[in-house]
């Protein structure tokens, strides 16, 4: 009986001094690992913000809403690109709501930038499985540049040529497809215009 006492006793002693090790390294080490990693690259640890004049004016990582008619517009997002709420509408391809739902935004993005609903790209119907994406199709950026051109005051060669620069390639140069980064693109659009006032 002594004798199963001290190996209980034992074995509990070792069971403790693990969990103290344990919760050490996982619960101190690790994070404290994590969070030094994550200061080597700051921008992107904190959500690689966009900054204008010093002050965070968005991310690269989480789309905004832009209203009028002197901005791009972003993909549709079901949560209003809440971050705390992130996710999609979960209403499956035949469901009416949805079905209604991307027909109306059909309509209202054709009226809008003058093209037929037909050449309405799939990007300006549906949101991303996140409802935050920040960027767009090329297809979608280039029904716009007309739009954005006219009111701004700005050839539409030069809007064009924003969308260019402000177009990302497929990551590896295979995997996935080229898009436009619309917050990065509208502060061009912003830059540009007020650069123009100042001649």
Known sequence: MTHLLSDLARQSLAALRLLVVMTVVLGVGYPAAVWAAGQVVADRADGQPVRLDGHVVGSRLIGQQFDGDQWFHGRPSPNDYDTLA??????????????????????????????????????????????????????????????????????????????????????????????????????????????????
């Open 86 to 199: 992130s996710a999609p509408s979960n209403l499956g391809p035949s469901n009416p709501d949805l079905l209604a739902g991307i027909e109306e935004r059909r309509s209202e993005v054709a009226a809008r930038e003058g093209v037929a609903p037909a050449d309405v790209p799939p990007d300006a119907l549906t949101a991303s499985g996140s409802g935050l994406d920040p960027d767009i199709s090329p297809a979608y950026a280039r029904i716009q540049v007309a739009r954005v051109a006219r009111a701004n005051g700005l050839p539409v060669a030069e809007v064009a040529r924003l969308v260019t620069a402000h177009t990302d390639g497929r990551s590896l140069g295979f995997l996935g497809e080229p898009t436009v980064d619309v917050l990065g693109l509208n502060l061009a659009i912003a830059t540009t215009v007020a650069d123009r006032g100042g001649d």
